[in-house]
C-alpha cells in the first residue's frame, strides 16, 4: 500500500536524522536535533553543506553576539537623574 | 523563484532555531531580516567547491582513528555504530550532510563527552 510505503520512509528518514544527531553529538557540532534537520532539509533542496557550514557559524556568532550586548546592557547602571 | 521561497522559510527556521538553543529571543523586524540577507548571501553566492564523497569517507575514518590514537577507544566505537548504522539508511544527500557535520566538527578529539 502506498501509504505503508510512505510511513517506511518516514520512518526510515526519523532513523537517519536520529543517527546523524549522535554522530554530530560526538563530532561535538553543538547541533540540536531541529537545528540538525532544518540543516538536512536545506541541503536536500541543493544548499552547498560548506556554504551552509559557514552560515551557521556566522549566525551563532551574531546569536552570542546579542547575548553579549544584552547581558552588558542589563548590567549597566542605570543612569543618574539630578 | 519557488526555491528562493523554500530557502528564506528554512532560513528564518534556523535563526529561530540557533536562538532558541543559545536562549536568545527569536530576532524580530530588521534585525531578523538582516540576518536573514546575511545568511542568504551566504548561502547563495559562496565559491565553495561540490563535496567528494571518497574525502568525507577520509575525514570520517580519520576522526575513528585519531580518536583510538589518543586512546578514546570507546568514543572510536561509538562512532563507528553509528557510522555503521547509517550505512543501510544512506540516500543521495548524505555525502553532504555528512560533509556539513565535519565542518562543524569542534575539536571532538578533545572536547566530545560520551554523557552528552
Known sequence: MPSDERSEKQAAA????DILHEISTILNCHLDRRSLSIC???IE???????????????RGEVQQTQIEATSSANAPAPRRR | MAYLADLAALTDQLIAAIASSE??????GTRLEARRESALRTLRYHTFGRTNQ????DHLNGYEERFRVIGRD???DEFRSRLDALEPLRNKWSPEVLHFILELADQPA???????
Open chain 2, 54 to 57: 571518497f574525502e568525507v569517507e
Open chain 2, 23 to 28: 536562549s536568545v529571543p527569536k530576532p524580530r
Open chain 2, 74 to 76: 570507546v568514543l572510536a
Open chain 1, 40 to 42: 538536512i532539509s536545506m
Open chain 1, 14 to 17: 526519523q532513523q537517519a536524522v
Open chain 2, 110 to 116: 578533545q572536547k566530545s563527552d560520551l554523557a552528552d
Open chain 1, 45 to 59: 533542496n541543493g544548499v552547498n553543506p560548506e556554504a551552509l557550514a559557514t552560515a551557521v557559524k556566522e549566525l
